[in-house]
């Protein structure tokens, strides 16, 4: 463990960690809260936090019940997807749509739809949900168009789009 915030015999101690110019008390120190707030929060903030109560004199140090522990995990939104053709878009043929973001946590869920004037919503076994991929068969010159992959999870969402040209 390493202590980021302290305070001792009324001083506050901020430790030397990148959270140092991020981060402090929520309330004034007099009060019975001590809770810390985190700005600008980052993914490698994520993890185990404990707060440790030690006052002069008390008998619970010896109890545990001095220690509060909490787990932070910071959610962070899918970057921009990428969409690529795999295959080649000739009349009765197989191509595959794939779409993948380098960047989300938890890993982003994907959804393909066709753009109108032909709006089209796709679901398994054609469209794989987790590894963003879209498999269209037989393919017709009414199946060109505007596809459109979402990426998404709690944090938030980005699209790319393809098009493709039977």
């Known amino acids: 463990p390493v202590q980021i915030l302290a ?8 430790g030397e960690t990148d959270l140092k110019p991020r981060m402090g008390f929520l309330y004034p120190i007099l009060t019975h809260n001590i809770s810390l707030f985190i700005n600008a929060t980052r993914e490698h903030d994520s993890g185990q936090y404990m707060c440790t109560v030690n006052v002069a004199d008390d008998d619970t140090v010896r109890s545990n019940n001095n220690v509060g522990i909490i787990n932070l995990t910071v959610l962070v939104p899918p970057a921009t997807p990428t969409c690529q053709l795999h295959g080649s878009a000739v009349v009765g043929a197989n191509v595959t749509l794939s779409c993948s973001s380098k960047k989300g946590k938890p890993s982003p869920t994907y959804q393909w739809q066709r753009e109108p004037p ?4 796709f679901f398994p076994p054609a469209q794989d949900r987790a590894r963003g991929t879209l498999k269209l068969t037989n393919l017709s010159l009414e199946m060109s168009g505007v596809y459109v992959c979402r990426a998404e999870n ?3 969402s980005k699209n790319c789009s393809i098009v493709l040209e039977v």
Request: glycine share 14%; charged share 15%; net charge neutral.
């Open 7 to 14: 305070f001792v015999d009324g001083v506050v101690k901020v």
């Open 118 to 121: 032909t709006l089209q919503v």
């Open 154 to 156: 709690q944090a938030g």
